[in-house]
């Protein structure tokens, strides 16, 4: 029964936390450029609205077109009950858990992107092969980040990674792991999620042409993807296992409330990349975590 | 005894089958399968018991007594032989017809049994003499099944490619058995771990084995041969035909010591196998040639998994090991599924179609549901996705990577760039299966004859469908397959005999039902959802054109161009380009092609340097008798010259 209650809310937090994320990041640009900018609450309503829309479909498209968003949001989902919450621990912890994670973020990339191709536009076939490839270099950096964390810990398993602070490398992997955040989650400098010109576009390019439900489950994938990644960051980089459950759950979602912060800072100030140096940039962020490796391999005394 | 007679069952059962070829292909199949099935359950048997058939007869061979063994390392890949030995009988009785091929489809039902057969008894042989037959008639049966179509010139020139390189790893072979015999006396094998002076003979073990099981840099026979044969045939040489070079890596490590390089050696060739092979499967137009440098890739992540075994046992720290070695091993089924499957499933669509190229296909989707449905569930078996079996393998040498680095043993440097790399391994086989499904299947048909494309008969859905679903059992109760990967890995390594599953495979089980479950769910519910709601159709968003054709569609090579750009140093792909010119151009054209490198730039110049000496050489060699009497004369001198001066010292 505990257990039940615990998933429940557990999904509860993540499905409707989700959300926000994006509503913090918009509301943060426009604070810097000096409008209102639209409510935090703006993406629940959008989501809400979509839900209960009528769906244009291309005449190209087979099932794969509305499986894909769902089947990708499943597996984020999936990535977020993997994640410890701070003192609530994850709902499924194993050895290898670490893993199953980055792959479940891989599924979703594929079905996301399969489910762009469906519609045979050069557009969307252009966003989806970006997303691909520069997904390889962030995948080579998560993994790397993920290395640090199970060489402090002698672990691979994300509850017990994710507990002590990240140690003497901690702002190299917070920089390393930030940079990723912001490809990942398609935020400037690699992507801009508000432009409208396709030809310069990788992930607000792929969903071009789906609309309604399908189009809601992908924008909440996002956000949820965007908080995943938050969560990520803070407990790879804070000490939470220390602190007290309540001092833990305060800290964790300070520090997401910062990094939300840091992102709509820096959407504002920067201007997006030429997309030749995106890969020059995601390889920073895989040496950024690469010397962090070194650090704690030294840190731990070899 | 009991697999014994399963055994003599599943032998004639090839046998019978092979008599009734001609004449009557139904009893051919019948035969075929009841002789698979009861291979499969000797398999299993010994699988299941870990016991060892072995049977002996005093009737020489060549001057040697038959010994034949069936251990569980050998029944891990009898299993596999005879699942993919069945399927494809089926298959081909439907691809391979005797209308659309009337000379060579009994032919090619002869041949089928001859390797099925001839790849069992390399399993069994337990005398070098023997194995080097078997395996020599095992190459020779592979050889006329990839030249079915001989009457095509690009398949005579794979085949023969094939049947050269082949003869190349067997000359290697033959070279390792007979110093083997000859230090230590005997063509018998067996465990002969306390014989430092046999360590040396790994290296041409790795090349004879590393030839067949097709590992970077020794792969060029693979791509041309596995694409120009008929799938079927395809999918049981990239399934079982390249992964005997595995069970003769396998069988060898763990018998016979091995150099301490060793380790090393195999570890790094299985990287660079894993991530060129999909770099330069990225790089392919032609659906099945892709799908060939996929298994360079894949084989190189069972060599991973065999590698840092190696280099754990010879450091004596067994317990990542393990984890290491049944992720390799697992892989080897694993891999035998899901490319059986791609392959099958490739077969369907140039069935369908009449070509290959993915440039020319596109939106098959609405044409063969089935075959697209079976190919997708494929491609996220091998892009290592869960829920499925690819990603099992692939976490469990994950698992025993990240345990090598815990330890901060010699190995822990190592592991680091294995395991990035394998990360980048399987983020470039997810783009490069992406682009597959994507040009083959979705969008709309690119020409004419994509368009009439019709679904396939159950014959050959039917086969698919198993592999299929065997990928999805291993995916989804992966611990139910654990004894057979501990049995098995325990032959190679005896202190594993007791290998306890990994407490989380269960685990990982649980949360790939709950997670095909729940998007399967999911897919329905957003599905109601968009019913309910109303949907109307339209033309694709591109960007308010009304009009939008086919070739308006992304193709494959702009899909991989931004990641075949990084591979440009090895790919070297040859870009034909005649780009817009003056104010009105009328035409331009792009096309790009991506060379066997290893082939192209390496074998073929090696070759025509031999060939140009070989030509000097000839002149020695021109048919008047009185220069040959003066080599004689030349010849005795010299002899005599060694011989006096031998004799003074």
Known sequence: ?302 | MIPGWLLLVAATGVVVGMFSAFRAPRYWLGALLGGALAALTAAIWILGSGSIWDWRSSFPLGGEPIHLRLDALGAFFLALLAVLGGVGGVYAREYWNDRQHPTSAPWGRIWWNALLLNMALVLLCANGLHFLIAWELFAVSGYFLITLERHRREVRAAGWLYFAASHAGTLCLFAFFASLAARTGSWEFGPLREHPNLAPLFWLALAGFGLKAGLFPLHIWLPSAHASAPSHVSAILSGVAIKMGIYGLMRFTGWLPVPDAAGWVVAVLGVVSAVLGVAFALGQHDLKRLLAYHSVENIGIILIGLGFAMVATAHGNAAWAQLAFAGGLLHVWNHGLFKALLFLGAGSVLHATGTREMSRLGGLWHAMPWTAGLFTLGAVAISGLPPLNGFVSEWLVYLGLFDAMAARGAAAWAVIPAVVLLGVTGALALACFVKVCGIVFLGTPRTESATRAHESGWLMLGPMAVLGTACAAIGLAPVLFWPAVARASAVWQPLWIDAAPPASLVTVGAGHLALATLGALAAVAVWHRVKRNGVSRTVTWDCGYAAPTPRMQYTAGSFSGIITGWFGWILRPQRHWRPLQGLFPRRASFSEHTPETVLEQVVEPAGSVVLRISTAVRRLQHGRLQAYILYLLIGLAALALLTLLGGAR
């Open chain 1, 1 to 302: 029964m505990t257990i039940a209650l615990d998933m429940l809310l557990r999904l509860f937090v993540w499905l409707l936390l989700a959300p926000l994320m994006p509503g913090i990041v918009n509301k943060v640009k426009a604070w810097v450029a000096g409008r209102r900018g639209p409510p935090v609450l703006q993406l629940y309503y959008d989501l809400a609205k979509l839900w209960r829309k009528g769906v244009v479909l291309s005449t190209a498209v087979s099932p794969v077109h509305i499986a894909g968003p769902a089947v990708a949001w499943i597996a984020l989902l999936g990535a977020a009950m993997l994640l410890p919450v701070g003192p609530g621990g994850a709902v499924m912890a194993f050895r290898g858990d670490a893993l199953l994670f980055v792959y479940l973020l891989a599924l979703a990339r594929f079905c996301t992107a399969a489910a762009a191709l469906d519609t045979g536009s050069a557009f969307e076939g252009m966003g989806a092969a970006r997303e691909v490839s520069y997904a390889i270099l962030s995948e080579a950096a998560i993994l790397t980040a993920l290395l640090t964390l199970a060489l402090q810990s002698e672990s691979v398993s994300l509850s017990t990674m994710l507990a002590p602070a990240a140690g003497a490398g901690a702002a190299l992997l917070a920089a390393g792991l930030f940079t990723v955040l912001l490809a990942e989650n398609c935020r400037v400098p690699f992507d801009d999620p508000n432009t409208h010109l396709e030809l310069t576009m990788i992930h607000e390019v792929m969903v071009l042409d789906h609309s309604g439900p399908p189009l809601a489950v992908i924008l909440h994938g996002a956000s949820l993807k965007l908080l995943l990644f938050a969560v990520l960051l803070a407990e790879a980089v804070l000490p939470l296992g220390k602190l007290s459950a309540l001092a833990a759950v305060g800290t964790l979602m300070g520090s997401v409330l910062v990094i939300a912060v840091g992102v709509g800072l820096v959407e504002s100030l920067l201007a997006r990349f030429a997309f030749r140096r995106v890969p020059m940039f995601l390889t920073t962020a895989f040496l950024l975590c690469l010397f962090a490796l070194l650090v704690a391999w030294k840190g731990g005394g070899a």
